[in-house]
């Protein structure tokens, strides 16, 4: 596993106050050509995170980038492939099958619904979607914004910190010498009631 893989990003639900300000900048970053400001928005808002709310709290739900991806695995055409560490939608290929949507473990691939399609075509007309302009053909999720300089944009945008970039590699080794040191000092007291 190396860290460009493993990189992913997480969400705090107890910082998460369900603001959406993820969601703008999302559909901001992937959709070239359109203003940067919710008012001036010509298209329907369709993030590729997903904020949820339940009676504790609330926290945008979003793609891992498995390092064993099961969306990627289950795919029958092909349509999901590994790019620059993310798991990323080659739209020529889908076909809207959705058997990625149900192998994903965390909900984080969303089926463009027949409702999405209609507010879609009330802005483009019924002649079609323009994917080029980044819309989704069947499927939407994260892509961790690969070739975005500056990062995900959704972790830019949040004015509360809830959202970082997580290095699972990193966090792991990070952890294991945090509990490495706290069992030094409890076995240093152990050595010294033994004696």
Do not use: W
């Amino acid at each position: 596993m190396n860290g460009e893989q493993s990189c992913f990003v997480l969400a705090d639900p107890e910082a998460c106050v369900g603001c959406r300000a993820c969601e703008v900048a999302c559909v901001a970053a992937h959709t070239p050509g359109q203003p940067k400001t919710v008012g001036a928005l010509r298209t329907p808002l369709m993030p590729n995170l997903f904020l949820t709310r339940t009676e504790r709290g609330c926290m945008p739900v979003q793609c891992h980038q498995c390092e064993n991806a099961p969306c990627l695995r289950s795919c029958a055409t092909g349509a999901l492939e590994r790019a620059g560490g993310a798991v990323v939608i080659n739209r020529k290929k889908c076909i809207g099958c959705k058997n990625c949507v149900m192998a994903c473990p965390f909900g984080a691939i969303a089926l463009l619904g027949a409702e999405d399609l209609a507010r879609l075509r009330g802005v483009f007309g019924p002649t079609g979607i323009p994917q080029d302009q980044g819309f989704p053909r069947f499927i939407y999720k994260c892509d961790r914004c690969i070739g975005r300089d500056a990062g995900p944009a959704c972790v830019a945008a949040c004015p509360r910190d809830a959202l970082r970039v997580v290095d699972a590699a990193a966090e792991v080794k990070d952890k294991r010498l945090k509990a490495t040191a706290a069992l030094e000092g409890v076995s240093d007291g152990l050595s010294l009631r033994r004696a």
